[in-house]
């Protein structure tokens, strides 16, 4: 069965700081990977998505997220963070080619922005 | 602006009542799904349809129900509340039934006493 780690529950990062959230998975096939934010009170909206290709994909805001096979990770980067970064963020893993049932998603990062 | 919406926001019923969360999507997507959000747990998948008239049980489906009469609209129906559904509710719809990019409302929070 896929699973999806995220092994940081809260991250604080000053603001213009550099920020990088984790998030590993388990999968037996080629995986979909997505990374979601959630802005407090609302729903998830996704930030970016791996399906194949370059490894190194840009995403909305600014984020970008590395796909590492052969450390099962895709970890979400941004080089200077705002004070309005401040969210919940979810990685999720599907099957290529799957359907949208078939995510799994993490448990979530709560990003904190220090002034 | 295409959308998707629930109601209500925010809901306090009382154990053992029948409840429905309303979730309309103006997109014409065909792909339609409810997600419940605890601490601890993140999102996990109640129940989807890939279209009219079809309907699937996810993960968590036990004590739900949906139907799918239209392609705008997927009510969830909890027939007899219990004090373990106290969530928040998440309605998504997509557009293509492969690439997971998934479309939220903005949630429905639900207290059962």
């Known amino acids: 069965a896929q699973s999806v780690t995220q092994p940081d529950i809260h991250i604080t990062v000053s603001e213009g700081a550099s920020l990088e959230l984790r998030c590993n998975y388990s999968y037996g096939a080629t995986p979909y990977l997505f990374w979601y934010v959630q802005s407090p009170g609302q729903g998830l909206q996704l930030l970016l998505k791996?399906?194949?290709?370059?490894?190194l994909v840009q995403g909305i805001k600014g984020f970008e997220a590395e796909f590492k096979r052969s450390q099962s990770s895709f970890n979400l980067r941004k080089p200077s963070v705002h004070w309005s970064d401040a969210a919940e963020y979810f990685c999720a893993v599907g099957a290529l080619g799957g359907g949208a049932d078939g995510l799994t998603f993490g448990k979530g990062t709560h990003l904190i922005i220090q002034p | 602006d295409a959308e998707i919406t629930q109601s209500p926001r925010h809901k306090i019923t009382e154990t053992g009542r029948q409840v429905t969360l309303a979730c309309h999507q103006t997109w014409n997507h065909n792909n339609m799904f409810w997600y419940r959000q605890d601490l601890g747990h993140g999102l996990r998948l109640i129940h989807y349809?890939?279209?009219?008239?079809?309907?699937n049980k996810g993960e968590v489906s036990d004590g739900y129900s949906v139907s799918r009469s239209n392609t705008e609209d997927l009510p969830l129906t909890l027939e007899s509340a219990a004090s373990s559904q106290t969530s928040v509710y998440f309605c998504?719809?997509?557009?293509?039934?492969?690439?997971?990019?998934?479309?939220f409302g903005e949630g429905s929070r639900l207290t059962v006493l």
């Open positions: 791996y399906f194949s290709g370059d490894t």
């Open positions: 998504a719809s997509s557009e293509s039934w492969n690439t997971g990019e998934l479309f």
């Open positions: 349809s890939y279209g009219v008239q079809d309907t």
